[in-house]
């Protein structure tokens, strides 16, 4: 029993007090700020209690496999399953004190790094994460599913384990490429929420490992495939289902994308109060119903300012044709801003525009604007206070069509998909993710809320007692 309701806790902790918030929030952040949000409750904040719940995770899985690999030789397991089991136990060790990381790791590792590899390199945290990690999960989930391969109740939980890392890895590396800088916590939600499901299923495995016999006791089945089945396709319809009226409702395609291609192209220039900066551009195909950009108060009390927009024919000042406002935070650096557009643009296909970003603020506060070079999405230039830059430089923004279910926006949508391999890789990475974030938790929970069913135990062998069941 305490198996189970240790299971129920930790589904609920990740899942009721992370990922659904997060995902509520990014949906409807006027109905639940993203400030709201209890910072305790988010793993990806160092020094949290939900972050030490993560590494905890990790670290059951570090005990477990531990367990394992030391009682292999007393229940007559080959070296192989000794060996995953031991490299499994020290790769998650390595991952739990990496999540559990202060700035004091962070600067002992900086340390060792310079030391060993000199100034410029940053080898051995990459040599770790990407090269010597995911070679140990892969060698030891090998060996493991292959040598216990009769017992599903070990074999599959350890398999969607790996696949849930797998992921989150492939997460990770497509960050820079595929999630722009204002998807940033959607990535993280996303990557903590498969790091999790991995460390569960794993641990999950490897505590079914550790009360079985492979010579005394027949294997339990933990997984019946009727009810992975219908778990499998109930998690690919409501992912369908709710991502189709998230598409059709709240997602904004990005029809203008004038971001960096790469942070070396990125800088910024600086405005006083009421002074302003002036991009040139032309009507997209649809709609304009938002616009981001990178600005951020420099105030030296820590005051935040407004940063505003306002869109008019290029040449003219006047009439506005749509405008908006949002605070810009006390940063040193510029963060991304949304500014909702008041009325949405609605202008023929090629217009040439004027989009004037003005700064409000105190007297002795600077509005930091984020700008770029080489931009090759924005056919016009850039004027602050009246001058116009260099012809290679632009403003760094993204305007972003209407959210109403329009057949404009289904036809943004299509040439968005269209326009190149980013977006059709991020459909499919996210829907891949969010399938089995989902996934995972109707599984853990159907299998705390049910018994395994084992088959018929032989004359003289004991019973089959998987850590599961042993709790009861």
């Not at 999540?99 to 051995?124: C, I, N, Q």
């Not at 770790?128 to 892969?138: D, I, M, N, Q, T």
């Not at 206070?385 to 926006?409: H, I």
Request: proline share 7%; with cysteine.
């Amino acid at each position: 029993m305490a198996g189970r309701l240790l299971l129920l806790s930790a589904v609920a902790t990740c899942w009721g007090g992370f990922v659904v918030p997060q995902l509520i929030s990014l949906a409807f952040p006027e109905l639940l700020p993203p400030s709201a949000l209890p910072r305790y409750l988010d793993p990806g904040i160092e020094g949290t209690p939900a972050n030490a719940i993560w590494a905890a995770a990790l670290l059951a899985v570090a005990v477990l496999a531990l367990a394992n690999a030391i009682s292999g030789p007393s229940r007559d397991q080959s070296w192989v399953l000794v060996a995953g089991w031991t490299i499994l136990a020290l790769a998650t060790t390595y991952l739990a004190w990496d999540e559990l990381s202060t700035d004091l790791h962070k600067e002992t590792l900086a340390g060792l790094r310079r030391t060993v590899f000199g100034e410029s390199l940053d080898v051995l945290a990459w040599t770790l994460h990407l090269g010597l990690l995911p070679a140990a999960f892969g060698l030891a989930v090998a060996g493991i599913a292959v040598r216990d391969r009769r017992n599903r109740a070990i074999v599959l939980p350890l398999s969607l384990g790996l696949a849930a890392w797998v992921l989150t890895t492939l997460v990770d590396l497509s960050r820079p490429a595929v999630f722009a800088d204002h998807a940033d916590q959607f990535e993280i939600v996303l990557d903590e929420s498969l790091e999790f499901s991995g460390s569960l299923l794993i641990a999950l495995s490897a505590s079914v490992a550790l009360g079985w016999h492979p010579k005394t006791q027949p294997a339990a089945d933990l997984f019946p495939g009727r009810r992975l089945c219908h778990l499998a396709v109930g998690s690919v319809a409501l992912v369908t289902v709710l991502g189709g009226l998230a598409a059709a409702f709240l997602f904004r395609a990005p029809v203008v994308d004038a971001q960096s291609i790469s942070h070396v192209d990125r800088f910024r220039f600086s405005l006083g109060d009421q002074e302003a900066a002036v991009q040139e551009l032309r009507m997209p195909a649809v709609p304009l119903g938002s616009v981001h950009i990178r600005a951020a108060s420099r105030d030296p009390a820590d005051r935040a300012g407004t940063v505003g927009v306002r869109l008019t024919r290029r040449g003219t000042s006047e009439p506005i044709l749509a405008e908006g406002s949002a605070p810009a935070p006390a940063r040193q650096v510029p963060a991304w801003v949304n500014i909702t557009l008041h009325p949405k643009l609605v202008e023929p296909e090629g217009q040439p525009l004027a989009l004037a970003v003005v700064a409000d603020l105190s007297q002795d506060a600077r509005l930091l604007v984020g700008a770029t070079k080489r931009n090759r999405h924005v056919a016009g230039d850039l004027w602050i206070n009246g001058q116009m830059t260099w012809p290679d430089q632009s403003l760094e923004f993204v305007a972003y069509g209407t959210n109403e279910p329009t057949r404009s926006k289904l036809a943004g949508l299509l040439t968005l998909l269209a326009s190149g391999w980013r977006w059709p890789l991020l459909f499919v990475d996210v829907f891949i993710a969010l399938t089995f974030i989902t996934f995972v938790p109707l599984l853990l929970v159907s299998l705390a809320l049910s018994r395994p069913s084992s088959p018929p135990q032989e004359a003289d062998g004991p019973a089959a007692s998987p850590a599961l069941a042993a709790g009861e």
